[in-house]
């Protein structure tokens, strides 16, 4: 398995509350994404970073911020934490397009959180 | 919506048996991924067409690419329990470095 971890792994939350969950790799890839996966819509990327320092939005980014300050860290963080947020929430990395392989993504164990 | 499309959204078929999810997407593409996902885990990924391709083979699974009609489908051979899944296809947009995930097909392989 690709090394990526998530933490916490569960988290339950209350409206309004700030939250922040860490995705860790030591594969030292370049990429790194954050989706978010609900019943009927499969998975939905939220933010992805192409580098340190350098992010960009998903398609439901609202309510969500990202910072990347070293290649092996990619924080996700939920500034006011409302119970449409409820849900799992994946990390995936990939590495360069250039190399072969490059375009797979591998998937952390993933964080199942509940606002209340 | 940017998502793609799978159908049949769910597949119960016996052993043996081969099983076929379909895959449409709507923008043009680098490559389209399939991956699977057992219960509460992670996705972890099969096979990648590129799109200048149009049908390629890993072990028992077959993946075909019709660019032209913005699809693809995935064939597991001979089905086993352990084939019980959920799986995903993913598409990798021209010139993004996003992917875009299908809303999956849930298989049940009985034994």
């Known amino acids: 398995d690709a090394g990526i971890t998530q933490s916490p792994r569960h988290k339950v939350t209350e409206t309004g509350t700030p939250v922040t969950l860490r995705c860790h790799q030591t594969?030292?890839?370049?990429?790194m994404y954050w989706y978010r996966q609900d019943p009927g819509h499969g998975l939905r990327l939220i933010h992805y970073?192409?580098?340190?320092?350098?992010?960009d939005k998903g398609e439901v980014s609202d309510g969500y911020s990202v910072s990347r300050s070293k290649t092996e860290d990619f924080l996700l963080t939920l500034e006011s934490a409302t119970s449409s947020q409820t849900s799992v929430y994946f990390c995936?990395?990939?590495?360069?397009?250039?190399?072969?392989?490059?375009?797979?993504?591998?998937f952390g164990p993933g964080t199942r959180l509940l606002v209340l | 919506s940017q998502q793609g499309e799978e159908d049949p959204q769910a597949l119960s078929i016996q052993e043996g048996e081969n099983a076929t999810m379909n895959c449409s997407y709507k923008t043009s593409i680098n490559n389209l991924q399939w991956y699977r996902q057992n219960s509460g885990r992670g996705l972890v990924h099969l096979i990648l067409?590129?799109?200048?391709?149009r049908e390629k083979h890993s072990g028992r699974l077959r993946v075909t690419l019709d660019t032209s009609k913005k699809s693809s489908s995935l064939l597991i051979t001979a089905s086993r329990a352990a084939d019980t899944a959920s799986y995903f296809c993913a598409t990798d947009a021209t010139g993004t470095y996003k992917y875009i995930f299908g809303t999956g097909t849930r298989l049940k392989v009985l034994a």
């Open positions: 067409i590129r799109s200048n391709e």
């Open positions: 995936a990395i990939s590495g360069d397009r250039g190399i072969a392989g490059g375009e797979t993504q591998y």
């Open positions: 970073s192409y580098g340190v320092k350098d992010t």
């Open positions: 594969e030292n890839h370049r990429y």
